[in-house]
């Protein structure tokens, strides 16, 4: 396998290059938030508001044709991207949360009863598990919670022994935003399948950073985001099984989402387009499609082999610093690295790694239960993508080192 | 502008050994403040003793910023009626969002050590939140917030 040219592809980030913060080169390490947009995509959402736009699915027009392939051809891209089996699989959202409330809403009504339980790790982002805990407060239902342990790894043998006549439902994240910890989703939905419960992954930290293939996994439901993944914020995807969406019911009803509407009944369309009420974001869909086609180009694998370097490289360096504590060490982890340094609080850190251009996040990361677990507020969180070097690493290091001592 | 300017020597000093800091025996007002974007939360007492604050106390999770911010504080208004407090909260909020007269400016002595914090908005409620809570503590409030109608800069979380 050929190494990727990162200095090339730097090129493609006008942001990289063309943004100083307080005079210095910026070092962009908040991927997970929200990843950078290289041209390929930007240029594709222009040539498409420019040349293309139109409503989609209803005229008869040029314009609306050219609208309505890219629409779908975006569709296409995205189910080639996760090997979806059918394009109708492919539910466009707004987001990652969207979606889960999607299944909450569309699902979980219809199948999640009074006493019913939905397995919930204790590593999940606040979007997997408001969404169940509204459900359940609705249903009478329960949530049961996987623990994770000291390095950040789920506790499989508990969670084997959570599946009970009651459970109806198994979310779980693929990578945890706060820990960077890769969850064995695999063995996890098999396990699940063994007592007939069907599973939700939040793949938001995963898709842009490793193969996803939604039938080797074996999921029934895949949710993720757009702007994660090089693309536009606004746009986010739906998986699921074709056999459990023509089941569940719509959660926004309105057009495009019916086959015919009288005052007396409403026949839904079909999948997908049963569960994209309105005019969609046609645009930032466009904008998906292009960046899952960009990134496909460059090969999941080698932007993996890339960024595993840079962990390994950057997990050495920071904890080789003195009081710097790493929140998230297990084995199998995405380039995430969550860590506090002695008493400083984290958001010290965030401004003080500003004055050198370095933009991390701190904070909870929406995942406040994963903060309780390891007793702390806080963390600053560094987390790359394949666009980032070895030199940005050194530069964060040596940023750390000289905040330690600000503060010793 | 850089945020290494506001972390001065006094301000690294107050955050390593903040004044005042602990829970009172037997407060006459006490409030808690929270800052939701960025887990800042506080615990502040006083003993009122004829419309002055005779004690004050504070203890907390925060950041440099909102711990210096709360020593310094309690080392001021120590000893100050409840009406001057007021008008110091006014002339620190008023500091924080750069907006402070000159009047203000020569009242608040050296609490001006934070008027850098203006060209830093996500931190302005870091710096505001001990002052928010004891606005609270002074007038009963139990609990109060840099959000919502209280936000020295709306939009910013």
């Known amino acids: 396998m050929t190494m990727l040219d990162i200095e090339r592809l730097r090129g493609d980030f006008p942001v990289l290059d063309q943004v100083k913060v307080n005079g210095r080169d910026l070092v962009y390490l908040d991927n997970a938030a929200s990843s950078q947009m290289p041209r390929q995509v930007i240029d594709r959402i222009a040539r498409y508001q420019s040349l293309e736009h139109a409503n989609i699915h209803r005229g008869v027009h040029h314009l609306s044709d050219a609208a309505t392939t890219a629409y779908e051809s975006a569709r296409s891209s995205v189910r080639r991207f996760i090997n979806a089996a059918e394009d109708r699989e492919v539910i466009f959202t707004s987001g990652t949360t969207d979606a889960i409330n999607l299944v909450a809403h569309g699902w979980g009504r219809a199948c999640v009863g009074e006493g019913d339980e939905i397995i919930l790790s204790e590593v999940e982002h606040h979007a997997n598990i408001v969404p169940w805990q509204m459900l359940c407060e609705e249903k009478g239902a329960r949530i049961r919670v996987i623990p994770v342990d000291d390095r950040g790894e789920l506790d499989l043998v508990a969670y084997a022994s959570l599946f009970n006549e009651r459970t109806r439902l198994v979310g779980i994240a693929h990578v945890s935003n706060a820990l960077g910890t890769v969850n064995p989703v695999r063995e996890m939905i098999a396990t699940a399948h063994a007592h007939g419960v069907p599973v939700l992954v939040d793949g938001a930290q995963a898709v842009a950073h490793e193969v996803v293939d939604v039938q080797a996994l074996d999921c029934d439901f895949y949710a993720f985001s757009g702007h994660k993944l090089y693309g536009p914020t606004g746009i986010g995807i739906l998986y699921g099984r074709a056999a459990l969406l023509e089941r569940m019911r719509p959660f926004k009803g309105g057009g495009d989402m019916i086959l015919s509407v009288s005052f007396e009944k409403t026949t839904y369309n079909i999948i997908p387009h049963k569960f994209e009420a309105g005019t969609p974001p046609i645009m930032p869909a466009v904008g998906l499609g292009a960046a899952v086609e960009y990134l496909s180009g460059l090969g999941l694998a080698k932007v993996a082999a890339w960024e595993q370097s840079l962990l390994a490289y950057g997990t050495e360096r920071l904890s080789a610093i003195q009081g710097v504590r790493i929140i998230g060490t297990a084995r199998h982890k995405a380039a995430v690295i969550s860590f506090n340094i002695a008493d400083v609080h984290p958001h010290d850190v965030g401004s003080l790694l500003n004055d050198e251009g370095i933009a991390v996040r701190t904070g909870h990361h929406c995942a406040q239960p994963v903060m309780k677990r390891y007793g702390v507020p806080a963390t600053v969180r560094a987390s790359f993508a394949f666009y980032n070097t070895r030199a940005e690493v050194d530069t964060l290091a040596g940023a750390v080192d000289k905040i330690r001592r600000l503060f010793e | ?157």
């Open chain 2, 1 to 157: 502008m850089e945020s290494r300017q506001l972390y001065q020597e006094v301000i690294l000093d107050h955050n390593r050994k903040p004044r005042n800091y602990g829970r009172l025996e037997s407060p006459t007002h006490h409030s808690e403040g929270v800052n939701p974007l960025c887990g800042d939360h506080i615990f502040l007492d006083l003993a009122l003793e004829a419309q002055t604050i005779a004690r004050i106390s504070f203890e907390g999770q925060s950041c440099a910023i909102c711990k210096a911010s709360a020593s310094m504080m309690s080392s001021v208004v120590k000893g100050r009626s409840v009406l001057e407090a007021d008008r110091m909260v006014e002339g620190f909020r008023a500091l924080a969002t750069g907006q402070a007269s000159a009047e203000q400016m020569t009242d608040l002595g050296r609490l001006r050590v934070f008027e850098g914090i203006k060209d830093l908005p996500s931190r302005v409620k870091c710096a505001v939140l001990p002052w928010h809570t004891l606005h609270a503590a002074l007038h009963a409030e139990s609990a109060t917030t840099t959000e919502g109608d209280a936000d020295p800069v709306p939009g910013s979380a």
